[in-house]
């Protein structure tokens, strides 16, 4: 059984730039879930992609966005970096689109200057 | 005030101690009750989840759920070194998002 994947490990960009993260689901889930972590928090829900459509969004605004795709791999992109974009990014896979049984990819850094 | 309350730590105990760490909350639709390990620059690992009241055990690891209280503990029996990381609880009311604690730092010292 293959865990959940994230790419890259870490990455740097300058305000105002604009990024993109990717996660690949484990293996049978079809339900992909987006956090960020900012230093010496808890996780914070981004939003929440179910057969390919956005399934719920935390209180992030629009310039996060995301895509799945039919085999249930999910991007996060964030336009216009700010500074207080710097976090860990976490994708978390599931079966359907309850929460109580997501697991965790190893997170994407990423520092914004 | 956050939904989710978690003293942050640090706490350090001996090996061999047992620990015991604990959240209340606010929110009374919870009603699915998570812990997380997080090691450092890692992701969160899922430990166990609970539904509603009551307690659960899984080798050295017992959580329990008091719905009545807003309370929630996570107990680690004969705690290790390897112990030693962030536990973050998170909860749910059965929906598709995790509201997170903001984790305690643990420490196990030789």
């Known amino acids: 059984e293959t865990g959940v994947t994230q790419s890259p490990t870490h990455l740097i960009k300058t305000r105002g730039q604009q990024v993109t993260l990717r996660c690949s689901s484990q293996?049978?889930?079809?339900?992909v879930s987006w956090y960020q972590q900012a230093l010496g928090q808890g996780p914070q829900f981004i939003f929440q992609?179910?057969?390919?459509?956005?399934?719920g969004r935390g209180n992030f605004p629009p310039r996060f966005s995301g895509l799945q795709f039919p085999n249930y791999s999910s991007e996060l992109n964030v336009n216009a970096l700010e500074l207080d974009d710097s976090a860990l990014y976490l994708c978390?896979?599931?079966?359907?689109?309850?929460?109580?049984?997501?697991?965790f990819g190893p997170g994407t850094r990423l520092t914004v200057t | 005030q956050k939904e989710v309350e978690q003293d942050p730590g640090p706490l350090s105990v001996p090996e061999g101690a047992i620990v015991s760490l604990n959240c209340t909350y606010s929110?009374?639709?919870?009603?699915?009750f998570m812990w997380y390990r997080q090691y450092s620059r890692k992701g969160p690992e899922l430990l166990m989840y609970?539904?509603?009241?009551g307690n659960k055990e899984d080798g050295r690891f017992t959580a329990q759920v008091d719905k009545s209280s807003k309370y929630i503990s996570l107990f680690i029996r004969d705690s290790q070194p390897s112990d030693s990381a962030t536990y973050l609880c998170?909860?749910?009311?059965?929906?598709?998002?995790?509201?997170f604690g903001t984790g305690t730092q643990l420490k196990v010292e030789l």
């Open positions: 978390a896979s599931s079966l359907g689109a309850n929460a109580y049984e997501q697991y």
């Open positions: 293996s049978g889930h079809n339900t």
């Open positions: 992609y179910y057969r390919e459509e956005e399934n």
């Open positions: 929110n009374s639709a919870f009603q699915y």
């Open positions: 609970t539904y509603s009241s």
């Open positions: 998170a909860m749910t009311g059965g929906g598709n998002k995790l509201t």
